[in-house]
């Protein structure tokens, strides 16, 4: 089984800076793309970044310029440095991972627990 623990929500003012950090553990043969994404109360969960096992990066329009997504395929995490941060970024935040078990099994995702992040304006 995998699991994925996040880290480094929490509160901040417009214009700040926060770094989520993501770790996978368990058995897995390999990630491809690894996610983050977020939702705001009464809002569809969005992608807000993704990154591939390549390490090719995209985001969503709104946070292109402020939000980088990096990832360290030895220890199976991944990062999303968000900065010049606007109220408008409040939401949980989830990493998401698409893992492959075995070397010829099925993709399956999984996801992280959730991390609050709040911008005060």
């Known amino acids: 089984q995998v699991r994925l623990v996040e880290s480094g929500g929490g509160l901040v003012q417009a214009g700040g800076s926060l770094r989520l950090s993501c770790a996978a553990s368990?058995?897995?043969?390999?990630?491809?793309?690894m996610n983050w994404y977020r939702q705001a109360p009464g809002n569809q969960r969005e992608l807000v970044a993704t990154?591939?096992?390549?390490?090719?990066?995209d985001y969503v329009d709104s946070v292109k310029g402020r939000f980088t997504i990096s990832r360290d395929n030895a220890r199976n995490s991944v990062d999303l440095q968000m900065n010049t941060l606007k109220p408008e970024d409040t939401a949980v935040y989830y990493c998401n991972f698409v893992v492959r078990a075995t070397r010829w099994g099925t993709k399956r995702d999984y996801w992280g627990q959730g991390t609050q992040v709040t911008v005060s304006s």
């Open positions: 368990g058995t897995m043969f390999s990630i491809d793309a």
């Open positions: 990154i591939t096992s390549g390490g090719s990066a």
